[in-house]
């Protein structure tokens, strides 16, 4: 089974900060790595797919990078909306998720 | 706009037999698409339970394998989920997606879930 380990678990950040989160896997999944966002009581929202290509719709603020077995999501500049936790996943060999990170108001 | 909506029972007993069905509307349950049951406990984080092709073949998480069946009916654009001899850990929001695939930059086909539902909570208690 392919492991994700997300960090941190957590942050405390501002409005306007730069934002990032490392998302690694337990072995080499290629670009096969997506990233979600999900808000309290509601259905995850996919942000970007293959590591770096940003879904339809969602802002250019937020963008991927990484292959391998280490992943990086980055919003460049926090807006309001963003509070939330992201959540890292392979599609290299069946499916896994992260543990999430939870992006709160500092 | 592909939609999915869950449902099923919100309270299993324990070493019961949990069921749900997700109905997809929007578009066909036949194109070349994986369907997926996704579950999260409360205040942790989400869990791949496995998935459908159209064909029918299903991948299960080899954690979960042996109490899960995931079935297709295509007359009814549906796909079911049952898990047996369930417990208090399988309390949990459970969420059907579709796990699409497409062409990317080199010669990739990455799989992602681009539709869920909005979720169903089941909880399991005497």
């Known amino acids: 089974d392919i492991q994700m380990t997300q960090s941190p678990s957590s942050l405390s950040a501002s409005v306007g900060d730069r934002v990032t989160i490392t998302c690694r896997a337990s072995?080499?999944?290629?670009?096969?790595l997506n990233w979600y966002q999900q808000k309290p009581g509601k259905a995850p929202k996919l942000l970007i797919y293959?590591?770096?290509n940003l879904q339809s719709g969602v802002p250019s603020r937020f963008s991927g990078s990484g292959s391998g077995t280490e992943f990086t999501l980055t919003i460049s500049s926090l807006q309001p909306e963003d509070f939330a936790t992201y959540s890292c996943?392979?599609?290299?060999?069946?499916?896994?998720f992260g543990q999430g990170t939870k992006v709160e108001i500092k | 706009q592909v939609k999915l909506q869950e449902s099923g029972p919100g309270l299993v007993k324990p070493s019961g037999t949990l069921s749900l069905t997700c109905v997809v509307s929007?578009?066909?349950?036949?194109?070349?698409?994986?369907w997926s049951w996704v579950r999260q406990p409360p205040g942790k984080g989400l869990e791949w339970i496995g998935e459908?092709?159209?064909?029918?073949?299903?991948i299960y998480n080899p954690s979960l394998k042996s109490r899960v069946t995931i079935s297709l009916d295509k007359s009814k654009s549906q796909f079911s989920l049952k898990l047996n001899s369930v417990t208090a850990a399988d309390t949990a929001v459970y969420y059907c997606?579709?796990?699409?695939?497409?062409?990317?930059?080199?010669?990739?086909?990455?799989?992602?879930?681009?539709?869920w539902g909005q979720g169903v909570l089941v909880t399991v208690s005497s």
């Open positions: 293959a590591a770096s």
């Open positions: 996943q392979q599609s290299y060999n069946a499916r896994t």
């Open positions: 929007g578009g066909s349950i036949s194109n070349s698409n994986w």
């Open positions: 072995q080499s999944i290629s670009i096969y």
């Open positions: 997606a579709r796990d699409l695939s497409i062409a990317a930059a080199g010669g990739t086909f990455p799989w992602f879930f681009d539709f």
């Open positions: 459908i092709y159209h064909s029918g073949s299903t």
